[in-house]
């Protein structure tokens, strides 16, 4: 416990040796600006910090399980965008240090004018400062477009596959596949159904799912049962689970609530109407031709492992 608690001190001022770094840029930025402007920004840059400090005590001190999952993602993808983000300003500030040491080393050794140009001119000092922190607001943009967005950015990726042994009665067989909905991570049901009704365009012959339906908990999927059970092909739907359905990156007051909760997320696949493969086979058949369609649980070791997986 001792350990882990210097861990988590150690990482925190890491953290905030960070902060304390970019903020020179704000304070060089913004010197000559009004008195209001200067101490609103310079406030709100520590807001972000308070925000990732008090996010890390709560789950350190605190029991994370009792926010919801998609708070819990918001909170760990916010502090990743922060702090990745601020990665790219100091790489720009490192330069800035370093040119600056260079210059104060080269007094002791150059004889001679001021070098300045005529007219006014924007420091070096200052231009870094405000690429450093552009470096470091596009990114952070950028994600954060990315998580508001990338849950519901529905797109369909055609590919034709060749199976030289694959009975003639299935050439031209089209397969939907879907994977990792994570739908504990989904915040718009509309936008949800428009992606479903997207996929059911295309008219596929089998459906595969291949995994993560769920975050960690089963109940994440009982909001979205009536949009996904409307997923129907007429070979059916087949689907495997992957290795967040375990629920193994969830704290569990018992091994019995864990079980429970797979057992939930197998009704759950019931419910909607898919034919989940638990090591098992099924038989697609045309005419007198069949094949074989295996789903394999989530394999390898470790809670690490990869995702299950439908081999045809």
């Known amino acids: 416990m001792a350990n882990r608690l210097m861990f988590w001190i150690i990482f925190i001022a890491a953290l905030l040796l960070i902060d304390i770094y970019i903020y020179q840029a704000i304070v060089t930025v913004t010197r000559d600006w009004s008195s209001g402007w200067k101490q609103g920004i310079r406030y709100a840059f520590w807001v972000p910090t308070v925000f990732c400090i008090s996010a890390i005590l709560y789950y350190v001190l605190g029991n994370p399980d009792s926010l919801s999952h998609t708070a819990r993602s918001f909170l760990l993808t916010g502090f990743f965008a922060i702090y990745l983000s601020k990665i790219f300003g100091i790489i720009i500030l490192f330069i800035d240090d370093l040119q600056r040491a260079v210059k104060f080393a080269a007094k002791f050794f150059y004889r001679g004018g001021s070098g300045e140009l005529p007219g006014d001119t924007i420091s070096r000092s200052e231009f870094l400062s405000k690429a450093a922190l552009v470096a470091t607001a596009v990114p952070f943009g950028a994600m954060a477009y990315g998580v508001i967005s990338g849950a519901h950015d529905y797109r369909v990726r055609r590919k034709t596959v060749y199976l030289p042994n694959l009975p003639k009665a299935f050439d031209g067989m089209t397969i939907g596949q879907l994977s990792d909905i994570h739908s504990g991570s989904f915040f718009n049901k509309t936008a949800v159904k428009g992606g479903v009704e997207m996929f059911l365009k295309e008219k596929p012959d089998v459906i595969f799912f291949t995994g993560d339906l769920v975050n960690n908990e089963s109940a994440e999927v009982r909001e979205y049962i009536d949009v996904f059970g409307k997923l129907r092909a007429p070979l059916g739907v087949y689907?495997?689970?992957?290795?967040?359905?375990?629920?193994?990156?969830?704290?569990?007051?018992?091994?019995?609530?864990?079980?429970?909760?797979?057992?939930?997320?197998?009704?759950?696949?019931?419910?909607?109407?898919?034919?989940?493969?638990?090591?098992?086979?099924?038989?697609?058949?045309?005419?007198?031709?069949?094949?074989?369609?295996?789903?394999?649980?989530?394999?390898?070791?470790?809670?690490?492992?990869?995702?299950?997986?439908?081999?045809?």
């Open 239 to 312: 689907t495997v689970t992957g290795n967040h359905d375990y629920g193994d990156y969830k704290s569990w007051p018992s091994p019995e609530a864990k079980k429970r909760n797979l057992k939930d997320l197998y009704a759950a696949h019931r419910e909607m109407g898919f034919d989940l493969l638990l090591n098992e086979h099924r038989l697609l058949k045309q005419g007198n031709d069949s094949v074989s369609v295996i789903g394999i649980e989530n394999w390898g070791a470790g809670r690490f492992s990869r995702y299950g997986r439908l081999d045809l």
